[in-house]
């Protein structure tokens, strides 16, 4: 297992549309979360995971945006009515519980909105 | 709520030499862990070092050493001999400890841009 994988890399989408991206954490890490990241600033936590139970959601995260991770592995971010405003580097980073300290992160989704 | 500050948007150094990159937050917790993140370019962002409040030695590895100053509620990082691949943001982050030992959110500063020169 090479890390946590992001796709797509880039997604360029127009005002309105539904967008869905998808996370692959590192095999065995029960631990997944989503963080928003836009120019020159430092990510923000918007969910977080430990197997399949949703366990906190940012109040960043509207009720446009809904994340799910069935099965506990995979974990899928989708955002209805895309807004300008919602253009903004996705990162998921995956950690292993009991394992306190580090979180791995993935290369991110580039979402752009026209 | 937990808020972490790098008050400077970018700094430079001539390579083989030593820069700090400096950091404050503010927190009520007692009990939290404080990590500097390094993004490169169009990279992943990675660990670079990690502090257990704690702990009063500070951390160190390898060319990366911290100074945490827990009463100031400043963690500023040390880069020794700079590398040119040391070029990237790196960004401050803290993380409150849960009782459980479970994993919790970080909260990021804005970070800062290093550039490294030949």
């Known amino acids: 297992d090479t890390g946590v994988s992001q796709n797509p890399r880039h997604k360029i989408t127009k005002r309105g549309q539904n967008v869905t991206f998808r996370c692959d954490p590192i095999?065995?890490?029960?631990?997944l979360y989503w963080y928003r990241q836009t120019l020159g600033q430092g990510p923000e936590f918007l969910t977080y995971?430990?197997?399949?139970?949703?366990?906190?959601k940012s109040r960043l995260l509207s009720d446009r945006f809904s994340a799910e991770r069935p099965k506990g592995s995979f974990s899928t971010l989708e955002i209805q009515r895309t807004e300008q405003g919602d253009s903004a580097m996705y990162l998921c980073?995956?950690?292993?519980?009991?394992?306190?300290?580090?979180?791995?992160f993935g290369p991110g989704t580039r979402l752009t909105v026209t | 709520a937990q808020t972490v500050t790098q008050s400077q948007p970018e700094m430079s150094v001539q390579e083989a030499e030593t820069v700090t990159l400096s950091c404050t937050y503010d927190t009520s917790e007692n009990n939290y862990y404080l990590f500097w993140y390094k993004q490169p370019p169009s990279r992943q962002m990675i660990l670079v070092i990690r502090?257990?409040?704690?702990?009063?030695q500070n951390a160190t590895e390898n060319r990366f050493s911290v100074n945490f100053q827990k009463a100031a509620k400043s963690f500023s990082l040390k880069i020794s001999d700079s590398q040119l691949g040391d070029t990237a943001m790196y960004f401050c982050a803290f993380m409150k400890h849960v009782e459980t030992g479970a994993n919790s959110k970080l909260t990021f500063g804005k970070g800062i841009t290093l550039s490294v020169r030949p």
């Open positions: 095999s065995e890490h029960n631990r």
């Open positions: 980073a995956s950690s292993f519980h009991g394992v306190v300290y580090e979180q791995y």
């Open positions: 502090q257990e409040a704690y702990k009063q």
């Open positions: 995971f430990q197997n399949e139970a949703q366990l906190e």
